[in-house]
């Protein structure tokens, strides 16, 4: 079933701990996005990469930090110096030849208490 | 920089009827494509229509179509036949220079009454 994957759907975590967040992707795109969604926010680019091994900052990249080892594989990890982590967290890769259109994976919900 | 600014945080139609959301941006582009998104209670993005900014018709894909006024950066989305499945939020976004991502509106609430 070819598309971008992200995992977990749900996920809580106590305050003060780090936690990483899932996104794979099996349609061989270079490029893949993370964004962070807040009622009434929209959707705020946190980072993005397009290449393996390389990755930039979005505007709203302090408190996280991602990696880009694999082509198929961009995780997320929410530090513990993010001030408010919990939020709606999506993936994304590029669809369409040159369009800007974006394909986003199902999302996940991060609960901090 | 290019913003993307969406002045309705909630609308209402009834079942069957034609809502219009609004959507005007800026960008230093002159050729480029917009989108309108969907996000429904399940919360994933799917895309409704786009629209390429150096075509001057109007793009339409089933009851939901644009309009576009490139010179006054206006992009707004009518949903005609409203149905209650058309009860989502709605996104409205354009691509950021050099980089492939998009930049959001910060949405519209459809509801839709039966």
């Given at each position: 079933?070819?598309?971008?994957?992200?995992?977990?759907?749900y996920?809580?975590?106590?305050?003060?701990?780090?936690?990483?967040?899932?996104?794979?992707?099996?349609?061989?795109?270079?490029?893949?996005?993370?964004?962070?969604?807040?009622?009434?926010?929209?959707?705020?680019?946190?980072?993005?990469?397009?290449?393996?091994?390389?990755?930039?900052k979005?505007?709203?990249?302090?408190?996280?930090?991602?990696?880009?080892?694999k082509?198929?594989?961009?995780?997320?990890?929410?530090?513990?110096?993010?001030?408010n982590?919990?939020?709606?967290y999506l993936c994304a890769?590029?669809q369409?030849?040159?369009?800007?259109?974006?394909?986003?994976?199902?999302?996940?919900?991060?609960?901090?208490? | 920089?290019?913003?993307?600014t969406?002045?309705?945080?909630?609308?209402s139609?009834?079942?069957?009827?034609?809502?219009?959301?609004?959507?005007?941006?800026?960008?230093?582009?002159?050729?480029?494509y917009?989108?309108?998104?969907?996000?429904?209670?399940?919360?994933?993005?799917i895309?409704v229509?786009?629209?390429?900014a150096?075509?001057?018709q109007?793009?339409?894909?089933?009851?939901?179509?644009?309009?576009?006024?490139k010179?006054?950066?206006?992009?707004?989305?009518?949903?005609?036949?409203?149905?209650?499945g058309?009860?989502?939020?709605?996104?409205?976004?354009?691509p950021?220079?050099?980089?492939?991502?998009?930049?959001?509106?910060?949405?519209?609430?459809?509801?839709?009454?039966?």
């Amino acid at each position: 079933d070819g598309g971008i994957t992200q995992s977990p759907k749900y996920l809580f975590r106590k305050e003060g701990q780090n936690v990483t967040l899932s996104c794979e992707q099996n349609l061989n795109h270079d490029a893949m996005y993370w964004y962070r969604q807040d009622p009434g926010q929209g959707l705020r680019l946190i980072y993005y990469s397009q290449i393996v091994n390389d990755f930039q900052k979005g505007d709203i990249a302090e408190g996280y930090s991602v990696s880009r080892e694999k082509k198929e594989s961009f995780p997320l990890t929410v530090t513990s110096a993010q001030k408010n982590p919990t939020a709606f967290y999506l993936c994304a890769i590029p669809q369409g030849r040159g369009t800007g259109e974006l394909f986003f994976g199902e999302g996940s919900r991060l609960t901090v208490l | 920089a290019q913003t993307v600014t969406q002045s309705q945080p909630e609308m209402s139609v009834q079942e069957a009827e034609t809502v219009t959301l609004s959507c005007t941006y800026d960008t230093s582009e002159s050729d480029y494509y917009l989108f309108w998104y969907k996000q429904p209670p399940s919360r994933q993005m799917i895309l409704v229509i786009r629209q390429e900014a150096y075509k001057q018709q109007n793009a339409t894909e089933n009851r939901f179509s644009v309009n576009f006024q490139k010179a006054a950066k206006s992009f707004s989305l009518k949903i005609s036949d409203s149905q209650l499945g058309d009860a989502a939020m709605y996104f409205c976004a354009v691509p950021e220079r050099g980089q492939g991502n998009l930049i959001f509106g910060k949405g519209t609430k459809l509801s839709v009454k039966p």
